[in-house]
C-alpha cells in the first residue's frame, strides 16, 4: 500500500469516528434530563412568554431532534462550531481559549509520568525486593488507590498554602497584565498541577513495568546474556528497555485518555483554566454546541494520540513498520 | 531511542511556546503604571465570568454594573435615583417613558453619549431579544431621540415595571459597539474599564478617567476565578483582599481579616400547594395536607425561623414572614412565630390530630405529612424546616434534587425558592392565577380574583407609587391564605481586609446574586 492510500484511509476513518462520536454525544446530551431553556432562563425568571420565544426559537430548543443534528452538522462542515449557550460566546473561541491551557497541563504530565515512571519502574524490577523496590513498590500503591482530588488538596494544602512555596491557584499571576507576566510566571503556575498530575499518573506504569523486567529478568535470554558476561548496563540497554518499552508506551497511550478526567479534577482543585470546567458547565446547562465542540476536539485528540504511537512502535521495532501506519 | 527522546524534548518546547501564547483580550486602552499598594484583589463568587459582560446579552443586570451605568440605579434605601438620566416622567396613559439625559457624560474610550447611544442600546436589545434572558423589551413598541438629551419610549401596553428595566440595562456607545469585544471589554459610562480579561481566570479593572461621578481612588481591583474553598485557603495566605464565602465557613478566622456579613433583598421560602389532590392532564397536582389553609398557617407561625437559621445556615441570616422591608414595594408584613401553643391549637380545631400517638397528626385517616424538593444547596435549609415541623406533629420529608425532578413535584409538593430582586414582578408570578402548564409560575395553584385585580392595577399604573400600593395590597391579600412559607432573608458573607474600607453605608440591599453584589459600590472603596 502506497503513502498516500494509507493516508486517505486514515483520513475515512477519522471522518467515520468523529460522525459517530458527534451523533453519540448528541443523544446523550439531548436526552439527559436538563432543560436548556431551563437552565438558560433560570428557575426564578419572570420573562414574558413573547421572549420566551424568541429564544427558544433563537436557540432551535423545540426542534425535532434530526433537524438540530443536520443544521448543527452544516454549520461544522462549512467551519462554524456555533455559539455556546450557556456562555453567549462562540463554541471555537472557548475550546481554544480553554485547550490551550490544557493541554500543556495534559502533556506535561502525561510525558513526566510516563519517563518518571517507566525508569522507577526499571531500576526497582532489576534488583527486585531491594529497598528502592519495596519503597517504590508501597509508594506506588498508596498512589493507585488515592484519589487524584484528595491528592490536589493535600499537595495545594501543603505546597501552596502551608509552605507557601507554589501559588495556589490559576495559571497566571494574580493581578497582573499580560504585559507585566513572564513565561517562568507562566510554568511557576503549571508546576504544582502538573507535579500533582504526575504523581497520581505514575503508579500505573512503574507497577507494570516492574512486573515486565521481572519477566524479562527471569528469561533464558538474559541468562545466557549474563553468562556472556555482560554487565547491568549492557543488560538494560540491549535487552531490557528494548523489550520493555512497547508495552510500556502502549500502556502510557492507552491512558492518554484518561487525562481528561484527572484534568478535570485538577482544575477544579487548582483554579486552573482548563476545558475540564468548559465541558461541566457545558454538560449541566444542557448547551448542546459548546459540549459537542469540546466532544469532538476531545476525540480528534485522542485519535492523534494512537496515530502518535503507531508511529513510535514503528521507530523502536522496525518489524511493526512493516504492518503500515496504523497497525 | 535517541529519536524518541529527541521527539519529547521538541513536542515538550512546541506545547509550552504553544501554552504562552494563551489568547486573552487585553482592551486597547493604555493601562497606568500601578503601584501594588492601592490595587486590591477580590473573589466575589464565579456568576461574573459565566456569561459575557455585554450589557447587550443580559451581563450585570442585577444592579451592581461596575462598567455600563443604566439610565436610572437604586440608591440604598432601594429608591430609584438618576444615573445617565437625571429627571423622567411617566405619560397619563402609562405608555410613554420621557427620560432627560445627563450632560456631558463620556464613555471609556472618550466619546460623548448622547441620547442616540440609549435608542441604539435598547433597539439593539429588543432586535437581539434571544440573547438577553434578564431584560425583557417585549412590551416596548419603539424608543426614540429627542435632541441629544431626550428619550421617549414607547410602550404596547401600561406596564408599570419597565421603570425596573430601565435600571437594568448599562448603555453602550453606538458608534463602537461590537458584540465579540464587548463579551470581555464592554466600553460604558460606569467607574470602571476591564483593562485586562482572562477567561475563567481573572478580569482586571482600573478607574474609568471619564467617570461623571468621582474616579475610584483605587487603582486597579482584580476579580478572581476560583472555588470557595480554595479562595479561603488563598485569603489565609494573605493573598486577597475580598473573599466571599458561605456560611458555613463564616465562624473561620483569617488573620488581617474581618468577616462582614452584608444585608441582601434575597429571600428563601417554600412553595405549599393550596389545592386538594387532582389530576390535570395526567400529572397529579395538588396536596391534601398543604391544602388545608389550617397546616399552613400552624406552619407559618409555629416554626422557630431563628433556630431552623441557626442550624442551617449557622446563624447567619435573619427571620423572615415576608419579602423584606428594604423593598419598597414588600408589604413588611413581619410578625412574630414560634408560638408553638397557638399552632398546635389551630391544628387541633381543625381536626388534625396524633390519635395513635407516632408523634403525626393525622386526621380522617391523612397522615399529616408531604414533601420537600429542593437543589442541594438548600437542603439544609429543608431538613432544618423539617425537624422544626415535626414539634408541631407535622412530618416534612425533604428530598435533594435536581430541577428536573423538582419540576414533576413542584405542582404537588413543596419546594425551597429563593427571590431577591428589585423588580415587583415576582409578585405577579408567585400569586396571579395560571394554568399549571408546567411554567415556575404560581406553582402552589393559587387563585384568587381579588388579587388578580390588584396585580393587573399595579402592572397598568401609571405611576411609581401607585404601582407600589397594588403590590403591596396584592402581597398581603394573597399572604392571608399562606400559599408560600418565608423563612429566611441570608446574608451574603465576605471577610475583607482590614486595610480596605468597603463602604458598607453606600453598599446597596444586594440581590440574588452569590456574592457578586458586593462591588456595586466599588467605586467608594478606599485603601485606608
Not at chain 2, 380574583?449 to 399604573?461: C, E, F, P, Q, R
Request: glycine share 6%; net charge negative; proline share 4%.
Amino acid at each position: 500500500m502506497n503513502n498516500a492510500k494509507k493516508i486517505a484511509l486514515l483520513s475515512l476513518r477519522m471522518i467515520v469516528l468523529l460522525f459517530l462520536v458527534s451523533i453519540l454525544s448528541f443523544i446523550l446530551i439531548t436526552n439527559a434530563p436538563i432543560d436548556p431553556l431551563l437552565s438558560y432562563i433560570g428557575t426564578e425568571s419572570t420573562l414574558t412568554q413573547d421572549a420566551i420565544d424568541q429564544i427558544i426559537s433563537r436557540w432551535g430548543l423545540n426542534e425535532p431532534m434530526h433537524i438540530r443534528y443536520l443544521s448543527w452538522l452544516k454549520n461544522v462542515l462549512s467551519g462554524d462550531l456555533g455559539t455556546s449557550i450557556a456562555y453567549k460566546k462562540p463554541v471555537s473561541e472557548i475550546i481554544f481559549q480553554r485547550f490551550s491551557y490544557s493541554i500543556v497541563l495534559m502533556l506535561a504530565a502525561w510525558i513526566l509520568s510516563g519517563i518518571i515512571g517507566y525508569f522507577l519502574g526499571l531500576f526497582s524490577g532489576i534488583k527486585p525486593n531491594s529497598i528502592f523496590d519495596k519503597i517504590t513498590s508501597l509508594f506506588c500503591i498508596v498512589l493507585q488507590s488515592s484519589p487524584s482530588f484528595w491528592m490536589g488538596i493535600m499537595m495545594l494544602s501543603i505546597f501552596a498554602v502551608k509552605l507557601g512555596w507554589f501559588p495556589i491557584g490559576m495559571a497566571i499571576p494574580l493581578g497582573k497584565l499580560t504585559s507585566e507576566t513572564t513565561i517562568l510566571d507562566k510554568i511557576y503556575h503549571l508546576m504544582l498541577p502538573a507535579i500533582t498530575l504526575t504523581i497520581t499518573n505514575i503508579g500505573k506504569i512503574t507497577i507494570f513495568t516492574k512486573q515486565k523486567v521481572n519477566e524479562v529478568m527471569a528469561s533464558d535470554y538474559i541468562l545466557f546474556a549474563k553468562a556472556r558476561g555482560e554487565n547491568t548496563t549492557q543488560i538494560i540497554k540491549r535487552h531490557l528497555m528494548r523489550n520493555t518499552a512497547i508495552p510500556a508506551i502502549t500502556l502510557q497511550f492507552s491512558s492518554f485518555s484518561e487525562l481528561f478526567g484527572g484534568m478535570a479534577l485538577a482544575e477544579t482543585v487548582f483554579a486552573y483554566p482548563g476545558i475540564g470546567s468548559a465541558a461541566t458547565t457545558a454538560a449541566l446547562n444542557g448547551d448542546v454546541p459548546l459540549l459537542l465542540g469540546i466532544t469532538m476536539i476531545s476525540a480528534l485528540f485522542v485519535f492523534f494520540g494512537n496515530f502518535i504511537s503507531n508511529i513510535i512502535y514503528g521507530i523502536i521495532d522496525p518489524r511493526l513498520k512493516q504492518g503500515g501506519l496504523y497497525a | 531511542m535517541k529519536k524518541i527522546v529527541y521527539m519529547v524534548i521538541l513536542s515538550m518546547m512546541v506545547i509550552i511556546a504553544a501554552g504562552c501564547q494563551s489568547p486573552t483580550t487585553q482592551s486597547k486602552n493604555k493601562t497606568s503604571d500601578t503601584s501594588n499598594n492601592n490595587a486590591i484583589i477580590a473573589y466575589v463568587g464565579t456568576a461574573i465570568f459565566d456569561s459575557s459582560l455585554d450589557p447587550i446579552k443580559g451581563a450585570m443586570s442585577y444592579g451592581y454594573s461596575f462598567t455600563n451605568s443604566a439610565l436610572i440605579k437604586v440608591d440604598t434605601d432601594s429608591n430609584y435615583i438618576g444615573d445617565m438620566a437625571t429627571e423622567w416622567e411617566i405619560s397619563e396613559d402609562g405608555l410613554k417613558y420621557t427620560f432627560n439625559i445627563r450632560e456631558n457624560v463620556k464613555f471609556s474610550d472618550g466619546s460623548d453619549m448622547t441620547a442616540k447611544d440609549i435608542v441604539f442600546t435598547y433597539e439593539q436589545i429588543k432586535n437581539n431579544q434571544a440573547e438577553n434572558e434578564n431584560v425583557d423589551l417585549t412590551r416596548l413598541e419603539s424608543v426614540t431621540s429627542i435632541g441629544d438629551h431626550q428619550v421617549i419610549f414607547t410602550l404596547s401596553q401600561p406596564f408599570s415595571p419597565f421603570l425596573d428595566i430601565t435600571s437594568m440595562v448599562g448603555i453602550v456607545p453606538s458608534s463602537s459597539y461590537d458584540s465579540a469585544q464587548f463579551d470581555y471589554t464592554p466600553i460604558g459610562t460606569g467607574p470602571w474599564k476591564v483593562i485586562q480579561y482572562y477567561a475563567n481566570q481573572q478580569i482586571i479593572v482600573e478607574p474609568n478617567e471619564y467617570y461623571y461621578d468621582g474616579i475610584p481612588s483605587i487603582d486597579r481591583v482584580t476579580l478572581v476565578y476560583l472555588n470557595d474553598e480554595t479562595a479561603l485557603a488563598a485569603a489565609k495566605s494573605g493573598q486577597l483582599d475580598v473573599v466571599m464565602v458561605g456560611s458555613n465557613y463564616s465562624n473561620e478566622q483569617v488573620d488581617n481579616m474581618a468577616m462582614i456579613p452584608l444585608e441582601t433583598m434575597d429571600i428563601r421560602m417554600i412553595s405549599l400547594p393550596v389545592n386538594t389532590e387532582s389530576n390535570y392532564n395526567g400529572t397529579i397536582i395538588g396536596n391534601n395536607v398543604t391544602s388545608d389553609i389550617n397546616v399552613r398557617k400552624a406552619l407559618s407561625i409555629g416554626i422557630d425561623r431563628q433556630t431552623i437559621i441557626n442550624h442551617a445556615l449557622g446563624g447567619i441570616g435573619k427571620p423572615a414572614t415576608s419579602f423584606t422591608n428594604n423593598l419598597i414595594w414588600s408589604d413588611n408584613n413581619q410578625f412574630d412565630d414560634n408560638k408553638v401553643e397557638e399552632a398546635k391549637e389551630i391544628l387541633e380545631n381543625a381536626g388534625w390530630i396524633d390519635s395513635d400517638n407516632d408523634g403525626i397528626r393525622e386526621k380522617a385517616g391523612i397522615k399529616c405529612e408531604f414533601d420537600i424538593y429542593t437543589t442541594e444547596d438548600r437542603y439544609p435549609l429543608a431538613t432544618a424546616l423539617a425537624e422544626n415541623a415535626l414539634e408541631l406533629g407535622i412530618k416534612i420529608n425533604s428530598h435533594s434534587s435536581n430541577w428536573d425532578e423538582i419540576s414533576s413535584k413542584m405542582n404537588s409538593q413543596g419546594v425551597v425558592w429563593g427571590w431577591g430582586q428589585f423588580s415587583p414582578t415576582v409578585i405577579s408570578s408567585l400569586f396571579k392565577t395560571t394554568d399549571p402548564d408546567g411554567s415556575y409560575d404560581n406553582v402552589v395553584g393559587y387563585s384568587n380574583d381579588n388579587v388578580d385585580t390588584l396585580i393587573d392595577n399595579a402592572l397598568g399604573s401609571t405611576n411609581h407609587d401607585d404601582a407600589i400600593k397594588y403590590w403591596k395590597e396584592a402581597q398581603m391579600c394573597a399572604n392571608n391564605d399562606y400559599p408560600y412559607l418565608y423563612i429566611v432573608n441570608i446574608e451574603h458573607s465576605y471577610f475583607v481586609s482590614n486595610r480596605l474600607d468597603i463602604s458598607i453605608n453606600t453598599q446597596i440591599p444586594h440581590p440574588h446574586g452569590h456574592g457578586s453584589p458586593i462591588i456595586c459600590n466599588m467605586k467608594d472603596w478606599t485603601i485606608k
